[in-house]
């Protein structure tokens, strides 16, 4: 078993890439997974899934429950299911797709939603608000101060609950030459709140 722990951080070096193609850092997936508060049980929608670390990361840690990843690129849609396939995954289905129009189409509806990516953001965030039910949470991440506000803006609109926003700031020991320093990961905000009645 490639992964034979029951807690989440896995190096990021176990996963297979494709250039160009992001990928949450593990110690940002480790901030990431903490506020998505999971339970074996979850379903968990991962929109804009990217090399699938996350949709990995959730689906070791909800046995029984279902990890849905949304991806628009085929090639990278490939990427996922190959990384589920290294971890020995069968709760994770991976669906082809642009959101938000194609989140009507998911076949469950979600108790927990990754928001890592996707153009209209803010738009987003409005569409998978209707289908999370009461108590469901929400966790989305902005690389760029663009995001950033769309995000902070949709939350305020949809009265989401509960806000958390942390920043991460991760530095990571390298070897340069003959010597070791620091090099810092890049910056990410994640946001996160829950629907309430």
Known sequence: MLWPYVTPGIPDDLFERLPGIPMS??????LLISHLRLQADSVVW???AGTGT????TGLLCPKGRIIAVERDE????LIRRNCDRFELDNVEVIEGSAPECLENLPQPPHRVCIEGGRPIKAILQEVWRYLPPHGRVVATASNLENLYALSEGFAELQVRNIEVVQSAVNRLETRGLSQ??????????LSGEKLD
């Open 25 to 30: 850092k593990r110690e940002v997936r480790l």
């Open 46 to 48: 991962d929109i804009g």
């Open 54 to 57: 996350i949709a990995v990361e």
């Open 75 to 78: 090639e990278v849609a490939s």
């Open 181 to 190: 320093t620091f090099a810092a990961v890049n910056p990410i905000f994640i």
